[in-house]
């Protein structure tokens, strides 16, 4: 006689409070994670200009879904480091999701 399988269900967070021993572990173990954001934005290394302090251009595509590795979190904010080194603040009540593949954080 054989068992069927479960098919494992992803575990689900719903609030930030529940979700800080889950991003304290992605911290520490620098795991690459997937952001959701809520509006599509660009995500790519800005040049500046140094005078005014204000962005040249951007060049790209808008992406509303982008990896990177958690460096830090707060209440307010976010810190990903991106693949190609870019290091990006993103505030809370910008983010739709966070997952690592196995467990997602989507706060209200």
Do not use: H
Not at 61 to 85: A, E, H, M, W
Not at 88 to 100: G, K, P, R
Request: proline share 6%.
């Amino acid at each position: 006689m054989t068992r069927a399988k479960r098919k494992q269900r992803r575990k689900r967070i719903q609030s930030w409070k529940g979700a800080k021993p889950l991003l304290e572990r992605w911290r520490k173990s620098l795991t690459t994670v997937a952001l959701q954001l809520k509006q599509p934005r660009v995500i790519d290394v800005a040049s500046f200009d140094f005078v005014g302090g204000e962005p040249v251009g951007r060049k790209g595509k808008p992406t509303q879904i982008f990896r990177g590795q958690l460096i830090y979190f707060t209440n307010d904010d976010v810190t990903i480091r991106c693949p190609s080194g870019a290091v990006l603040v993103v505030d809370n009540c910008e983010i739709v999701a966070i997952s690592d593949g196995k467990t997602r954080l989507e706060p209200r």
